[in-house]
């Protein structure tokens, strides 16, 4: 009932910048919260920052905490990922993903729909 797609994902040297966009189509019914995670090889999934359905709550993880934004346009149906001071750590795929709810949670599990993943890649 609603599919998410990831985009602007890419190559970019340490230090630059990227922002991912994640949209939301179908019929939407109830209010919804997102959140961003990421899975880098041989790692486990972890949760990146996420946002309630108002934008007025958000959540970062220590890894982009200051150096990541999270915001949505709900008008569009889309839910945004600014990445600043990118580091090489910071590869990995990037997901979307929404629970049919207006509040974020932190763990991957309690996520209803989820997008494909888009490619981040930080090297020189």
């Known amino acids: 009932q609603v599919a998410l797609v990831e985009s602007g994902g890419g190559l970019v040297q340490p230090g630059g910048s990227l922002r991912l966009s994640c949209a939301a189509s179908g019929r939407i019914v109830n209010s919804y919260a997102t959140g961003w995670f990421r899975q880098a090889p041989g790692k486990e999934r972890e949760v990146v920052a996420a946002i309630n359905w108002t934008g007025r709550s958000t959540y970062y993880a220590d890894s982009g905490k200051g150096r990541f934004t999270i915001s949505r346009d709900n008008a569009k149906n889309t839910v945004y990922l600014q990445m600043n001071s990118l580091k090489p750590e910071d590869t990995a795929v990037y997901y979307c993903?929404?629970?049919?709810?207006?509040?974020?949670?932190?763990?991957?599990?309690?996520?209803?729909?989820w997008g494909q993943g888009t490619q981040v890649t930080v090297s020189s």
């Open positions: 993903a929404a629970r049919l709810d207006s509040n974020w949670r932190v763990n991957h599990k309690e996520y209803n729909y």
